[in-house]
């Protein structure tokens, strides 16, 4: 059983520009969540995805957004990235509605840099 | 709103002493409780979790309670390892909200030999 994967680990970008993060869920689950973790903070909550529909969202601009495919892999996109975007971003997979949906387990992060 | 608080950091203990880390919680609905740990470059890692009022979860020598009556939910371990040395972070899952996950801030944990 493989476990949840990011792509890529690490990213620097300049203001303005857009970047696109990818999630391999661990396989079995179909619910994926994303977090912005800035440096000495805990993760705060971006949106979650079941089933290739937003499943809720965090106090975060439109301008950040995303997709769930059908294998539940997923990707973050983040247009007109401002300096403040610099931060881990985590991945989360669970299984959703079916059995312990409430446990997330976390991808290794990337780790975007914007200048 | 839902929100976690745990105790600020950090912590420097020496091996084998007494760990405690506390964390207490807000919620609208009926939380599930958690904590995750964080080690240096790596992604965060499920250590214990509990589900409902007065659950105790556990793992590697790691316990929390889930209290009620106290909103809390504070880790502690009896002997600490220099291996333990990590950020601790509090969480919630609430059921009323979709089961988006709140985290606290962290607690960096340093064990010295």
């Known amino acids: 059983e493989t476990g949840v994967t990011q792509s890529p680990t690490h990213l620097i970008k300049t203001r303005g520009q857009q970047v696109t993060l990818r999630c391999s869920s661990q396989?079995?689950?179909?619910?994926v969540s994303w977090y912005q973790q800035a440096l000495g903070q805990g993760p705060q909550f971006i949106f979650q995805?079941?089933?290739?529909?937003?499943?809720g969202r965090g106090n975060f601009p439109p301008r950040f957004s995303g997709l769930q495919f059908p294998n539940y892999s997923s990707e973050l996109n983040v247009n007109a990235l401002e300096l403040d975007d610099s931060a881990l971003y985590l991945c989360?997979?669970?299984?959703?509605?079916?059995?312990?949906?409430?446990?997330?387990?976390f991808g290794p992060g990337t780790r975007l840099l914007v200048l | 709103g839902d929100s976690v608080t745990q105790m600020e950091g950090p912590v420097t203990l020496s091996e084998e002493a007494f760990l405690t880390i506390n964390c207490t919680y807000t919620?609208?609905?009926?939380?599930?409780l958690f904590w995750y740990v964080q080690y240096p470059g790596e992604g965060l890692q499920l250590l214990l979790k509990?589900?409902?009022?007065?659950d105790k979860g556990s793992n590697k020598g790691f316990e929390a309670t889930y209290r009620k009556e106290t909103t809390s939910f504070h880790l502690e371990k009896g002997s600490v390892q220099v291996s333990d040395s990590a950020v601790y972070f509090c969480?919630?899952?609430?059921?009323?909200?979709?089961?988006?996950?709140?985290f606290g801030t962290g607690t960096s944990l340093t064990v010295i030999p």
């Open positions: 989360a997979s669970s299984l959703g509605l079916a059995g312990d949906r409430e446990t997330q387990y």
């Open positions: 396989s079995g689950h179909n619910t």
């Open positions: 995805y079941y089933r290739e529909e937003e499943n």
């Open positions: 919620a609208t609905g009926y939380p599930s």
């Open positions: 509990a589900t409902k009022a007065d």
């Open positions: 969480a919630l899952s609430d059921r009323g909200t979709g089961n988006q996950f709140y």
